[in-house]
T-cell receptor, first 118, second 113 residues
Framework: GAVVSQHPSRVICKSGTSVKIECRSL??????MFWYRQFPKQSLMLMAT?????????EQGVEKDKFLINHASLTLSTLTVTSAHPEDSSFYICSARDDYAGGPDTQYFGPGTRLTVL | EDQVTQSPEALRLQEGESSSLNCSYT??????LFWYRQDPGKGPEFLFTLYSAGEEKEKERLKATLTKKESFLHITAPKPEDSATYLCAVQAEFSPGAQKLVFGQGTRLTINP
């Protein structure tokens, strides 16, 4: 139980284009999802918290106009990187909170999306 | 400020050689402490959640324990497939973003056959 999927797993795009990443909770409903970014050999950095039906809460230093988050249903959140530039290249990982499988507040992570901007 | 420090940064063991990974934390009231395993190029895989000092949880060769200042992940008779980066994270009771996790830098574990 508590499986989270992400699509696509890998994307390469040209500078200036927008890229959308989907995060789905497959076997549970998630009122709260999270988006992280991870640089090589570093730990996870939280970008934003996404609550179903309301606006996302962004961490300090994260541009909300550049990283658009939509949590339209209890099983789907999307992250759109707008006007992507090479410095946006990174490993993006989503997670979803499930209070039942592993205990309250436990987050389950997707497999990640490798974004490369040329 | 809530902080998590993991040690050692990297650890190499021979197959069957037991050891422990440490996670020290400073938090304004602990809501939960979480252990994850991460393989290269993949998302973290959930291992354990601990909520109060004295709590212990086990899964196969792994056992997690919790005190008021730190958590240990004990690995008994590890196998090469246990090689991964192990991440520790805490959730603070009174943080402004109450649901967010604060991660340590991880311990990169290598088990040699």
């Amino acid at each position: 139980g508590a499986v989270v999927s992400q699509h696509p797993s890998r994307v390469i795009c040209k500078s200036g284009t927008s890229v959308k990443i989907e995060c789905r909770s497959l076997d549970f409903q998630a009122t709260t999802m999270f988006w992280y970014r991870q640089f090589p050999k570093q730990s996870l950095m939280l970008m934003a918290t996404s609550n179903e039906g309301s606006k996302a809460t962004y961490e300090q230093g994260v541009e909300k106009d550049k990283f658009l988050i939509n949590h339209a249903s209890l099983t789907l959140s999307t992250l759109t990187v707008t006007s992507a530039h090479p410095e946006d290249s990174s490993f993006y990982i989503c997670s979803a909170r499930d209070d039942y499988a592993g205990g309250p507040d436990t987050q389950y992570f997707g497999p990640g999306t490798r974004l490369t901007v040329l | 400020e809530d902080q998590v420090t993991q040690s050692p940064e990297a650890l190499r063991l021979q197959e069957g050689e037991s050891s422990s990974l440490n996670c020290s934390y400073t938090v304004s009231g602990l809501r939960g402490l979480f252990w994850y395993r991460q393989d290269p190029g993949k998302g973290p895989e959930f291992l354990f959640t601990l909520y109060s000092a004295g709590e212990e949880k086990e899964k196969e060769r792994l056992k997690a324990t919790l005190t008021k200042k730190e958590s240990f992940l004990h690995i008994t008779a590890p196998k090469p497939e246990d090689s991964a980066t192990y991440l520790c994270a805490v959730q603070a009771e009174f943080s402004p973003g109450a649901q967010k996790l604060v991660f340590g830098q991880g311990t990169r574990l290598t088990i040699n056959p």
